[in-house]
C-alpha cells in the first residue's frame, strides 16, 4: 500500500492524502482536474494557522552553560535523599568536589538503565580525576533502593520525591518528548542489548502520578555550590550527550 502526501505551508493548509488501495494506474476522466480522485479514496483536511507550542525545547548542551542565578539559588534549597533516606541539599554533593550528576527520567526506565551504564563506563577516568559520579531520579526512596540493587550502578544514588531539583533546572516534560521516533529506535536498541523496563517501578504512583513524561539531563558541578560548568537537557527520551563533552567538562 502506498500513501502520497501534497501540502502547502500556509495558515488554513489544505493537506490530501492518496492511499491507493489499487496498484493499478489512475485514470483522469474529461473535464476533472489532475488531483480529482474517486471520492473513496481521498481524505482532505483543514489545518488551522500554526500555534506555539507547550512543549520547551531543550537547550543543547552547554559549557560553560547558561545557568541563571535564580536558578542556582533554587538549586540551593532543594533536598535529595540517599538510599538510606538520609536528607542532603543537592548542593552539597558538588560543594567540596567536583561530581557529574545524571538526572534519570524515572527509576523503572529502561533508557535510564543504559544511560548509567554510558557513564559509570567511564568512572575511572572520572575517579583518576577526583569526579564523582551520581545519579538522581524523580520517586521515593525506595525506588532508589531498588534502581540500585538492581543495576550495581557503580556511583551514588539519590531520590528527588518532589521534582525539585528537575523543576529548578528547567529539564522538560512531556507526552510529545517522551514518544519519539528516535526514542522509540533507542528503546529497541536497548533490548537488544539485554536493558530492561522495570515495569513495577514504571506503574507505581509516584512514577504514574508525576514523572512518567519527565526528562532529565546531565550536569557537571563543583566544586563550590554554584559553580555548574556543564549542562545538557534531554529534548526527549535516550537523548545522551556525547561522552566525549562530558569528560571534557570534568576530567580535563
Known amino acids: 500500500m502506498a ?3 501534497s501540502t502547502a505551508i500556509s495558515p488554513n493548509t489544505t493537506v490530501r492524502f492518496n ?3 489499487n496498484p493499478a494506474p489512475t485514470r483522469i476522466l474529461p473535464n476533472q482536474s489532475p488531483l480529482w480522485r474517486p ?9 488551522s494557522p500554526r500555534r ?11 559549557s560553560p552553560p547558561s545557568v541563571s542565578e535564580d536558578t542556582k539559588n533554587l538549586l540551593d534549597t532543594v533536598k535529595v535523599y540517599d538510599v538510606n533516606g538520609n536528607a542532603i541539599p543537592i548542593s552539597d554533593l558538588w560543594k567540596d568536589r567536583k561530581a557529574v ?3 534519570a527520567r524515572h527509576f523503572g526506565c529502561v533508557l535510564c ?3 548509567a551504564d554510558y ?9 583518576a580525576s577526583g569526579v564523582a559520579l551520581v545519579l538522581i531520579g524523580p520517586g521515593s526512596v525506595e525506588q532508589a533502593r531498588t534502581f540500585s540493587e538492581q543495576t550495581k550502578f557503580k556511583g551514588e544514588v539519590y531520590a528527588d520525591p518532589n521534582h525539585s531539583s528537575y523543576e ?3 529539564f522538560v516534560s512531556g507526552v510529545l518528548v517522551t514518544f519519539t521516533p528516535k526514542a522509540g529506535l533507542k528503546i529497541i536498541q536497548s533490548y537488544m542489548e539485554g536493558y530492561r523496563q522495570d515495569w513495577k517501578l514504571s506503574f507505581e504512583r509516584d512514577t504514574v502520578s508525576r514523572g512518567g513524561w519527565q526528562q532529565g539531563g546531565i550536569i557537571v558541578a563543583g566544586p563550590g555550590k554554584s559553580n555548574i560548568s556543564y549542562i545538557h537537557r534531554d529534548k526527549e527520551a535516550g537523548d545522551d550527550p556525547d561522552i566525549q563533552d562530558i569528560l571534557k567538562a570534568c576530567c580535563s
Open 3 to 5: 500513501t502520497s502526501l
Open 19 to 21: 492511499r491507493l488501495t
Open 39 to 47: 471520492r473513496h479514496w481521498n481524505k482532505t483536511l483543514k489545518l
Open 52 to 62: 506555539p507550542s507547550h512543549v520547551i525545547a531543550s537547550a543543547v548542551s552547554e
Open 101 to 103: 550528576v545524571a538526572f
Open 113 to 115: 538503565r543504559k544511560r
Open 119 to 127: 557513564l559509570a563506563a567511564k568512572k575511572d577516568v572520572m575517579d
Open 168 to 170: 529548578a533546572l528547567s
